[in-house]
């Protein structure tokens, strides 16, 4: 059984910065791509980066370009993104998810965390 738990969510000040990691249990962690996701209230969940299980790509929410980078580290079974320049409309519960079926389509088939909560105050 594949786990996936998230850390490092908090309250922070417009402006801060914040990283998230995700822990996955399992052997078979560096043959997934990774991704993060993030659900606002009253919002879809929405794509905010992935990476490739080689780590070679990796491809960005057009809002979040330029301020979030998601890498991986496969010995350590760890995905991680680095938010800078957070604003209040970072706020959401942030989930990272693995791909499963390699399929690419980050759905009930795939593994999920529980998700971390980001707050971003003005």
């Known amino acids: 059984q594949v786990q996936l738990v998230e850390s490092g969510g908090g309250l922070v000040q417009a402006g801060g910065s914040l990283r998230l990691s995700c822990v996955v249990s399992?052997?078979?962690?560096?043959?997934?791509?990774m991704g993060w996701f993030r659900q606002a209230p009253g919002k879809e969940r929405e794509f905010v980066a992935a990476i490739r299980w080689s780590a070679v790509t990796t491809v960005y929410a057009d809002s979040v370009k330029g301020r979030f980078t998601i890498s991986r580290d496969n010995a350590k079974n760890t995905v991680y993104l680095q938010m800078n320049r957070l604003t209040p409309e970072d706020t959401a519960v942030y989930y990272c998810?693995?791909?499963?079926?390699?399929?690419?389509?980050?759905?009930?088939?795939?593994?999920w965390g529980q998700g971390t909560q980001v707050t971003v105050s003005s």
């Open positions: 399992g052997r078979t962690f560096s043959s997934y791509d």
């Open positions: 998810a693995a791909d499963r079926t390699g399929l690419g389509r980050w759905d009930q088939d795939d593994y």
